[in-house]
Each structure stands twice: as structure tokens, then as C-alpha cells.
T-cell receptor, first 115, second 113 residues
Framework: DTGVSQDPRHKITKRGQNVTFRCDPI?????LYWYRQTLGQGPEFLTY????????KSRLLSDRFSAERPKGSFSTLEIQRTEQGDSAMYLC?????????????FGPGTRLTVL | GQQLNQSPQSMFIQEGEDVSMNCTSS?????WLWYKQDPGEGPVLLIA?????ELTSNGRLTAQFGITRKDSFLNISASIPSDVGIYFC?????????????FGKGTKLSVKP
């Protein structure tokens, strides 16, 4: 059973450019979460999917951010017109509901640097 | 809003020492999770707690779900160099079952010089 994978691991971009990150959850996991983590902080929730439906978005997710999970498997997170404040580690996590637990399993993250 | 406060913020360990850290909140939670994060990597789940008063072990790690449901504790016995990293507590936002987690700011474990 492979874990959560994220691509790319690192992304350097110039301010104003668009970037897209991909997350492949653990197979059969129906819930997929996106978090953002800045230096010295714990991860902060951005949004989550139940299969292909996006069920909740944090106020942290500005209009420049959009996430999709078109077939209920992998997910993408796009940031348009990047700003320096978007520099952070973007983490994806997945879990299987119906097991009685809330354990989420994280991927290695995508480190975004906006110049 | 809901907030998790971790203590201490950082600590130095010498191989063989026992380590204790805690996580407190003014809110009540039904679940506590403990994660460890190495530099440049995602958090790795260590222990999950679901019942007040519960004590759960994972090797040299032991975590407890506080009786008040407002706190949790993590102990590491006989620490080894690979225990170095940042330890986060987490709990479900709003206490709900959606699973969106809030995290503390972490306790950073480093090796004593």
C-alpha cells in the first residue's frame, strides 16, 4: 500500500505566475485534505473533498486558489497570480471514513517559493 | 477561535533521557492526534486517542487523552537520536467528524550539544 504522494516536491516561481500541485492519496481513501504550513507553524486547513465533492473551504483559501478532485482519486491545487505571501509548504492528506477513526495520512508536501 | 497550545516550544535531549510534552486548549475535543515531522517532510502519524483518560503506546512513545478532554500528553522514553524533529498535536476543527484538523505550533526536539 503506497502512501500519499505529491508532485512536485519543490516549486520556485515568480510573483504573478500560476502554479499547480498534484496529490495522489492512498488508494481507496475517500477523503482528501489540503493544508498549508509556514515556517514555525503547524499545518493549517485549506479545503477537503469527499470523493469528487469539495465540501469545505477555509477562509484562508482566497479566490486565487482553486482545488479539484475530478474523478475522486488524485487532486490538484492551483494558485493563480502568486504572491510572496503564498510561499509555504502545501500538504495533502487522506483518510478513509467509516472506520471510526479520524487518522489522516500526509504526503511529503510541495515547498513553494515565490520570488 | 479554537487553538492548541503546545509546551515546551523546544527542548534539548540527550540520548537515553525521557521526554515529556503537552498540548492544551480551552476547547473540548473528542480526538487527539500526535504527529512527528522531519525537516522538509510531511507529518507522520504517531498515536491517535479517542477516549478521555485513554493511555496509548507506540513503542517508546506513550500518549494520554486528558480527563478534562482539553489536553493531551506525549512521553518518549529512552530517547534516541532519530527522535529529533518537531512533534505536533492535532484535534478536529469544531470537534466535528469532517476530520479537518487544527494543529499546535509544535515542540521541537533537538540533540544537546
Amino acid at each position: 500500500d503506497t502512501g500519499v504522494s505529491q508532485d512536485p516536491r519543490h516549486k520556485i516561481t515568480k510573483r504573478g505566475q500560476n502554479v499547480t500541485f498534484r496529490c495522489d492519496p492512498i488508494s481507496e481513501h475517500n477523503r482528501l485534505y489540503w493544508y498549508r504550513q509556514t515556517l514555525g507553524q503547524g499545518p493549517e486547513f485549506l479545503t477537503y473533498f469527499q470523493n469528487e465533492a469539495q465540501l469545505e473551504k477555509s477562509r484562508l483559501l482566497s479566490d486565487r486558489f482553486s482545488a479539484e478532485r475530478p474523478k475522486g482519486s488524485f487532486s490538484t491545487l492551483e494558485i493563480q497570480r502568486t504572491e510572496q505571501g503564498d510561499s509555504a509548504m502545501y500538504l495533502c492528506a487522506s483518510r478513509l471514513t467509516g472506520t471510526g477513526g479520524l487518522e489522516q495520512f500526509f504526503g511529503p508536501g510541495t515547498r513553494l517559493t515565490v520570488l | 477561535g479554537q487553538q492548541l497550545n503546545q509546551s515546551p516550544q523546544s527542548m534539548f535531549i540527550q540520548e537515553g533521557e525521557d521526554v515529556s510534552m503537552n498540548c492544551t486548549s480551552s476547547s473540548i475535543f473528542n480526538t487527539w492526534l500526535w504527529y512527528k515531522q522531519d525537516p522538509g517532510e510531511g507529518p507522520v502519524l504517531l498515536i491517535a486517542l479517542y477516549k478521555a483518560g485513554e493511555l496509548t503506546s507506540n513503542g517508546r512513545l506513550t500518549a494520554q487523552f486528558g480527563i478534562t478532554r482539553k489536553d493531551s500528553f506525549l512521553n518518549i522514553s529512552a530517547s534516541i537520536p532519530s527522535d529529533v524533529g518537531i512533534y505536533f498535536c492535532a484535534a478536529p476543527l469544531g470537534g466535528g467528524s469532517q476530520g479537518n484538523l487544527i494543529f499546535g505550533k509544535g515542540t521541537k526536539l533537538s540533540v544537546k550539544p
